[in-house]
């Protein structure tokens, strides 16, 4: 093997020529999880904002803020709550796209430095399966734009017992489809469709604004609706519903604040990948969470509720009340596209990659595609996404829970016992690198991980009713993050030494 591995231009990493050809046989390498050449990394600003966009504008981002209204809170405290959610949960996106752009690695490859080349099954797969539950949720909710979209053409088909069901399959099978063709692919069609997501936002809160004029109620009585203590109370109480909507805002983005280096990886500098997301994002959710919570209180106004007097979440609400089948044609379509770029970027990139680095060699990315496909369905959507408090406590509350330690755990490997060094090669290496700890994992991170998620599931699952639980549950990312962030550390401090200043081994030239 060369003397050098990797290159050097300008703060980003490549492997070299030489280290390529040798990686070829290995089983823990194939072209979908290699490390991005600097040729390759040609996302700028724009294009990093535009994909930021087109996965904030979806309906499940709207029912933040509206899931919120519904239980209890005015319009402006759910505002608030996501937008502060969101400004959190950019800083473990921002530090875990360092070594992405840096060195053009995806996530699978990624999470090899911390748990190992086996061990990395376990954040990959977690983030996959996690990735699985949002895809069945943005293809049901695709499922009801296609309802609609036939629905306008033959009325009749609305009524039909399995109509949701075939929307889903059909937008399933779309997303499948589109997802399989790659990132290019994903780029191309995020750089289109966020002007159309924008116009959809637009069109999402002029209809609400109209539908409580015509009940009699103008602007100011939507934004100025107060909390509803009686149904705050009926939810846990005020502090503990705004709590645990910040820990489901933040655990919204979860899953990227993992696999955020499979697209940080195409960006052409750092200042391209902070710029983007800093502008794509944060705005873009806050937009979204005003919009929604807009609708949620117009259309509590003018008495369009859930069966016990609820404000109705569900942004698809909207498709049955429009006047005109046009109208409802390109609302439909404004859904299809919003909730098409969403869900392939945030829902079906990593878990593709996460299964493909199971067995590099025999799972290409889109047979990972499939297979994340073929899960989706095994989660019924339609249990998922069955009310505001299921939404907010029972899917989102969760899983935030159980990887956020992860999420902390790369970032303190990274930055801290690493300090941003790495050795690309070994990463692709096996046993023969220097990332394969005890027979392929790493058993003080899955220690740190055990420690950050086991008391926020807990108490959001089997000891909901616990109120000492609960209460860690409701903040169970930021209490999750932090445990796992100081456990990893502490543990890694006798190896940190082994992991830089290794000249031989991460030998680079500059260029």
């Known amino acids: 093997m060369s003397k050098y591995t990797q290159k050097e231009r300008d703060g980003l990493y490549e492997l070299t020529d030489a280290a390529r050809a040798e990686l070829i046989g290995s089983k823990y390498y194939n072209k979908d999880l290699a490390p991005t050449s600097l040729s390759e990394r040609t996302w700028n600003t724009y294009h990093i904002a535009a994909l930021w966009i087109g996965m904030s504008v979806c309906l499940p981002s709207f029912a933040m803020a509206s899931s919120l209204v519904g239980l209890g809170l005015s319009p402006w405290l759910a505002v608030l709550n996501v937008a502060l959610g969101n400004v959190i949960v950019l800083v473990p996106i921002q530090m875990n796209s360092h070594a992405g752009t840096k060195y053009g690695i995806p996530f699978p490859v990624f999470a090899r430095m911390t748990f190992g080349a086996v061990g990395a099954h376990i954040p990959a797969l977690s983030r996959a399966i996690t990735a699985c539950g949002w895809n069945a949720i943005q293809s049901w909710i695709g499922g009801a734009a296609i309802v609609s979209l036939i629905a306008a053409f033959a009325p009749s088909f609305k009524d039909l017992p399995?109509?949701?069901?075939?929307?889903?399959?059909?937008?399933?099978?779309?997303?499948?489809?589109?997802?399989a063709r790659g990132a290019h692919a994903i780029r191309l069609l995020e750089t289109i469709s966020a002007p159309v997501l924008i116009a959809l936002t637009l069109g999402l809160f002029i209809w609400s604004l109209t539908l409580a004029n015509g009940g009699g109620f103008g602007f100011a009585d939507v934004i100025r609706a107060k909390t509803n203590h009686d149904l705050v109370a009926g939810n846990g109480g005020l502090l503990y519903v705004f709590l645990g909507g910040l820990t489901a805002n933040i655990a919204f983005w979860a899953t990227m604040a993992l696999n955020i280096p499979d697209f940080s990886r195409y960006a052409v500098n750092q200042k391209a990948q902070f710029r983007g997301q800093l502008y794509g994002m944060p705005l873009a959710m806050t937009v979204c969470a005003f919009v929604g919570a807009f609708f949620a209180q117009a259309t509590s106004l003018v008495g369009i509720v859930n069966p016990d007097g609820s404000p109705v979440f569900d942004p698809t609400v909207a498709l049955g009340y429009l006047p005109y089948p046009a109208l409802t044609c390109i609302v439909a379509l404004g859904v299809l596209v919003a909730t098409i770029t969403t869900n392939i970027a945030a829902n079906v990139v990593a878990p593709a990659n996460g299964f493909s680095n199971i067995s590099p060699r025999r799972v290409s990315y889109a047979f990972g595609v499939v297979i994340s496909c073929v899960i989706a369905v095994l989660y019924q959507p339609w249990n998922i996404f069955g009310g505001a408090a299921a939404y907010i406590f029972d899917w989102l509350n969760v899983y935030g829970g159980i990887l956020a330690p992860i999420a902390a755990m790369f970032i303190a490997d990274y930055h801290v016992v690493k300090k941003r060094n790495v050795d690309v090669m070994a990463l692709y290496r096996g046993a023969e690198g220097?990332?394969?700890?005890?027979?392929?994992?790493?058993?003080?991170?899955?220690?740190?991980?055990?420690?950050?998620?086991?008391?926020?599931?807990?108490?959001?699952?089997?000891?909901?009713?616990?109120?000492?639980?609960?209460?860690?549950?409701?903040?169970?990312?930021?209490?999750?993050?932090?445990?796992?962030?100081?456990?990893?550390?502490i543990l890694m401090k006798s190896e940190s030494a082994s992991f830089i200043g290794d000249e031989e081994e991460a030998a680079i030239t500059k260029r």
């Open 162 to 179: 399995s109509a949701q069901y075939i929307g889903f399959f059909i937008f399933l099978a779309a997303v499948c489809l589109v997802a």
């Open 434 to 489: 220097r990332y394969w700890y005890r027979s392929g994992w790493n058993p003080r991170a899955i220690v740190a991980w055990v420690c950050g998620f086991i008391l926020p599931t807990l108490g959001g699952t089997v000891l909901k009713n616990s109120p000492p639980l609960s209460w860690i549950a409701a903040n169970g990312y930021i209490i999750g993050f932090a445990i796992g962030f100081a456990v990893y550390v």
